[in-house]
């Protein structure tokens, strides 16, 4: 068992904002003239009114006294972002196809897809994103077009492009690749009914691509839509890993149950080699007993492959899609941020140890 893998989850919180009236009653007081000085008066050592005197003062509190929650949130926050900036990681030379996936909708498939994409390039990763939602929200936080004259992943699947002919370069950056999504894959399920091979067509043209590519890229992420069709098993078809991102809440364990039910039908039918190999608790709120709960009853089922990084509910990370950004290029050095570069991190990490197992074995 994974000595790491029942390691507690934290959460940072975000400092709140000041309101309007805060800042605008501080800006009175800066600007409100001194008040006159108290008239002198004749000592008197009796106490002053509204005190007895078997009463002690009160302690006056230490304005320098930063031994609070916050400051100890902070101080963490800052921890982590020296240890990312010193953080030494090794690639493991081959490519890994991931497909990110959840049959719950809301959960952070897309949203994990994107900004754990924009980490893993961060720290010299070439990873290819390929958008399989007909959403294409995708491909919005990348920043590439995806208008519906744009070459998509729908020509690739009915109408035999190499995936080459669609890949734009996201302006984030030159690791990061981008197959991007069109209103047209809506109709890809339908179509796909008479198409030969058809839960093969994605797997067939990676392979293709990878062929003449795979040296240039270390990962490869499929988003999936939230639903269990053509498009979901065609993602599941071509990928030799399962990444399962799970919201907080007890729903979203009868959708981890379920989507295992399909894992186990594509391994016995489609896709001997496809394992689940990382599970990524997200929206995770600390303060709640729920999340703690169902962050808790997810490892102890699945020990291994549970990371030990959760990712927090953060403002930041809700506000960079708007923006037409992952948060890390928005804010990278947010709570959420942090968060998912640090996911990064242990995936890279966890796909070492596994190929130094591999090697081991053989």
Known sequence: ???????????????????????????????????????EHPADDSPSQGQSSGEAAPAATDPFDF????????????????????????????????????????????????????????????????????????????????????????????????ISDIIQVSPESPNLLCAPSTIHLAGAEIELVSQVAREHRLRTALEEYLAAHGDQLDFVLIDCPPSLGLLTINAFVAAHEVFIPI???????????????TVRMIQKHLNPGLCVS???????????????????????????EVMRTVIPRSVR????????????????????????REAAVEIIQRGERAAIDEEGAR
């Open 247 to 261: 919201q907080c809440e007890y729903y979203a364990l009868e959708g981890l149950s379920q989507l295992l039910g």
């Open 317 to 340: 990370v809700s506000e960079a899609p708007s923006f037409g950004q992952t948060v890390i290029a928005y804010d990278g050095n947010s709570a959420g941020g942090i968060a998912y």
């Open 278 to 304: 990382t599970i990524l608790l997200t929206m995770y709120d600390g303060r709640t007993n729920l999340a703690q709960q169902v962050a808790q009853e997810v490892r102890e089922h699945f020990p291994h």
């Open 67 to 162: 031994d609070t929650p916050l400051a100890r949130e902070l101080a963490d926050l800052t921890a982590r972002r020296r240890a990312l900036e010193g953080v030494d990681v090794t690639l493991s030379g081959r490519t890994r196809v991931m497909t990110v996936s959840n049959q719950k909708g809301g959960v952070g498939k897309t949203t994990t897809t994107v900004n754990t994409a924009a980490a893993l390039a961060s720290v010299g990763a070439r990873v290819l994103v390929i958008d399989l939602d007909p959403q294409g929200n995708a491909s919005t936080a990348l920043g590439v077009p995806h208008t519906a004259d744009t070459p998509s992943v729908y020509d690739v699947l009915i109408d035999d492009f190499p």
């Open 1 to 39: 068992m994974d000595e790491h893998a029942n390691t507690p989850p934290f959460h940072v919180k975000q400092p709140a904002a000041s309101t309007v009236s805060e800042v605008e009653e501080g800006r009175s007081a800066a600007s409100a003239p001194a008040p006159a000085p108290p008239a």
